[in-house]
Nanobody, 122 residues
């Protein structure tokens, strides 16, 4: 089970830190991703991190602003979001995939958190 925390309301230019804890036993073997879904839009990947944490992926619009990391000892994946923009407003989801390499399609992630709302005001 994945449980996210850390969402909220922030002004443009501000920062938020999202965390996701995995209570299961497969965290070490999972590629972890953060996705977001804005009203009326499809769910899209924001960032992903490989099993060891040595490989990462970022969607173009968040490169240089967001940082994904993981702590396999604490079964936790974190998304540090800086320089937030109003267009970052969405529900953010943590997800796990059993594949060996980073993937970006939501259909390849089999476990999802409940989502946490991030709202960036202008």
């Amino acid at each position: 089970q994945l449980v996210e925390s850390g969402g909220g309301v922030v002004q443009a230019g501000g920062s938020l830190r999202l965390s996701c804890v995995d209570s299961g036993r497969t965290f070490w073997f999972s590629v972890m991703g953060w996705f977001r879904q804005a009203p009326g839009k499809e769910r899209q990947i924001v960032a992903a991190i490989g099993r060891s944490g040595s490989t990462t992926y970022y969607e173009d619009s968040v490169k240089g602003r967001f940082t994904i990391s993981r702590d396999n000892g604490k079964n936790t994946v974190t998304l540090q979001m800086d320089m937030l923009r109003p267009e970052d407003t969405a529900v953010y989801y943590c997800a796990a995939s059993p594949v060996t390499d980073i993937v970006t399609s939501p259909s390849l992630y089999h476990e999802w958190g409940q989502g946490t709302q991030v709202t960036v005001s202008s």
